[in-house]
């Protein structure tokens, strides 16, 4: 039997969420091994240059900007190098789960940000459910206990870039290419860290590092690209809560490498955002004002 186009959406997401994941484990492994700023710099000239062929062969990428949305890319572009520096420093030191936990907030925040900056319409009920999520993103932060520390602070951090980055992405024309957009998204997180590498130095990559490199970007494209497919076969109010595929992935992937599980506390606030978030998503739905994919992943 044949799968419908939601079933198949919804298949689509849930690759794309594992395989972001997969890049976030990757990364938070090599980071042990490499300087921070040097893996970024390595991953971008890979995904970059992955980006530019894809580009190429679609016939997307255009170097002119219209000038109404030239402001919109260059905020568009501190948001997306903010929230990936923030996001892997975050990594390095986090568990892969506590921070995909604090990341699940995302829809949330970004609704509340376009009710306040962009005057989109929201309701009680919704505003209801963003307090909520962020109660529990207060339950895996935990402020003021023994557990918590400054990399939550950057997890948060990185939240608000995203933010940034995603009201700035709903501010530009239909005529600006999404591929010109990734591209130079891409581009400039690796121009960044390649600025940034003095700051740790360089060290010698090794086999190992070298594959999960690779394995890391080939992810990260792989990712994104799935998300396009699974918008456009798939209802987006039935696709788009299959994103929180990636903290059960994250859960896994962090026990099996890492050794790290996050505790009762944690599961507990992460169950909540997400229960939250989902309730978002069906909301939006019932009122016809999805948006595709909320708050699509962060940077990475």
Request: glycine residues 8%; hydrophobic residues 60%.
């Amino acid at each position: 039997m044949p799968l419908s186009d939601n079933a198949k959406g919804a298949l689509f997401m849930s690759v794309a969420m594992a395989a972001f994941t997969v890049n976030d484990a990757c990364m938070k492994a090599v980071t042990q091994a490499l300087p921070l700023y040097q893996a970024i710099f390595l991953r971008g000239l890979l995904s970059t240059a992955a980006l530019v062929l894809i580009a190429a062969r679609m016939g997307g990428l255009r170097i002119s900007v219209e000038p109404g949305d030239r402001k919109w890319l260059i905020l568009r572009t501190v948001g997306e190098v903010g929230g990936t520096l923030t996001f892997l420093t975050a990594l390095r030191h986090m568990p892969l789960a506590n921070l995909s936990a604090i990341m699940q907030f995302l829809p949330l925040a970004v609704t509340l940000a376009a009710a306040v900056f962009l005057h989109e319409p929201i309701g009680w009920r919704r505003l209801l459910a963003i307090a909520v999520g962020l109660a529990g993103v207060l339950l895996i932060v935990r402020p003021g206990a023994e557990g918590f520390d400054r990399w939550a602070l950057v997890a948060l951090a990185s939240v608000g870039c995203v933010v940034l980055r995603d009201l700035t992405t709903r501010r530009m024309s239909s005529a600006m290419p999404s591929v010109t957009v990734a591209v130079a998204a891409a581009l400039s997180v690796t121009v960044t860290a390649a600025a940034l590498v003095p700051v740790e130095g360089w060290n010698a990559v090794a086999p190992k590092t070298a594959f999960l490199l690779g394995l890391a970007a080939a992810c990260l494209i792989a990712g994104y690209l799935m998300i396009v497919v699974a918008m456009r076969v798939g209802d987006i109010g039935h696709v788009a809560p299959f994103r929180y595929v990636a903290l059960v992935v994250a859960i896994g992937l962090g026990w099996a490498a890492f050794g790290q599980l996050p505790d009762g506390l944690t599961l507990a606030g992460a169950a909540v955002v997400v229960l939250t978030g989902i309730y978002s998503f069906h909301r939006e739905r019932r009122l016809g004002r999805v948006v595709a994919v909320a708050a699509p992943p962060p940077p990475r």
